[in-house]
């Protein structure tokens, strides 16, 4: 386990991987026990997570969506879902379910695993095709889809930190 805010520093997108070892059920209901523990807007938590490890599923993803060829070696996928029976504001649903995402990519880096976020949401083409491959309801949302494995590479600690964006006060400081 990494301490603390180190692992909001260090985490960096990991898109390759050693193998499709699985990942043991403890450890994935860890990373959704992390994703639930977002916040949400009037604490609706209207998210749902449709977790895949068939390597049929994930080949058909990588295939399918533009930038997800990592999908290939990835030991699973993790589709966040909004749903829009738990919160008719579609705005929201995205925030609530990025929230979520985040969680999810921070617990896995916590835990030694490397991760990156596949975007979904709201691009009309992916939520089509999410729909498809996990037989989603109507009312049932993608919004990101998340890589998950082994990491195969080590990424430098990124500083992004940037003067200019910051704004004391008022825009004009
Ligand atoms: C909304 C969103 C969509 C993204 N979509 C993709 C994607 O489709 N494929 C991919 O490889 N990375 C994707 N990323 C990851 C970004 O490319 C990555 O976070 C960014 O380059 C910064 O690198 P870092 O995560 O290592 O700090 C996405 C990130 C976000 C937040």
Same mark, same amino acid.
């Given at each position: 386990?990494?301490?603390?805010?180190?692992?909001?520093?260090? #985490?960096?997108?990991?898109?390759?991987?050693?193998? #499709?070892?699985?990942? %043991?059920?403890?450890?994935?209901? %860890?990373?959704? =026990?992390? +994703?639930?523990?977002? /916040?949400? *807007? #009037?604490?609706?938590?209207?998210? !749902?997570?449709?977790?895949?490890?068939?390597?049929?599923?994930?080949?058909?993803?990588?295939?399918?969506?533009?930038?997800?060829?990592?999908?290939?070696?990835?030991?699973?996928?993790?589709?966040? $879902?909004?749903?829009?029976?738990?919160?008719?504001?579609?705005?929201?649903?995205?925030?609530? $379910?990025?929230?979520?995402?985040?969680?999810?990519?921070?617990?896995? %880096? *916590? $835990?030694?695993? +490397?991760?990156?976020?596949? +975007?979904?949401?709201?691009?009309?083409?992916?939520?089509?095709?999410?729909?498809?491959?996990?037989?989603?309801?109507? !009312?049932?949302?993608?919004?990101?889809?998340?890589?998950? +494995?082994? /990491?195969?590479?080590? =990424?430098?600690?990124?500083?992004?930190?940037?003067?200019?964006?910051? !704004?004391?006060?008022?825009?004009?400081?």
């Amino acid at each position: 386990m990494i301490s603390n805010s180190d692992i909001i520093f260090q #985490r960096r997108s990991i898109r390759k991987y050693k193998s #499709r070892k699985p990942v %043991h059920k403890d450890l994935i209901d %860890h990373l959704i =026990k992390a +994703g639930m523990s977002a /916040p949400s *807007a #009037r604490n609706k938590q209207p998210w !749902h997570f449709v977790i895949s490890q068939n390597p049929k599923t994930l080949d058909i993803l990588s295939e399918r969506h533009p930038y997800a060829k990592m999908l290939k070696d990835a030991s699973l996928a993790i589709l966040v $879902c909004g749903d829009k029976e738990l919160d008719d504001n579609e705005s929201y649903l995205a925030q609530n $379910c990025a929230a979520a995402t985040q969680n999810i990519l921070l617990a896995t %880096h *916590a $835990c030694g695993m +490397g991760a990156v976020w596949l +975007g979904v949401y709201p691009r009309e083409e992916r939520i089509k095709m999410c729909r498809e491959v996990f037989d989603l309801p109507q !009312h049932i949302i993608p919004v990101a889809l998340i890589s998950i +494995g082994y /990491p195969d590479e080590d =990424k430098p600690v990124n500083d992004n930190f940037n003067q200019e964006k910051v !704004h004391w006060e008022k825009w004009q400081g």
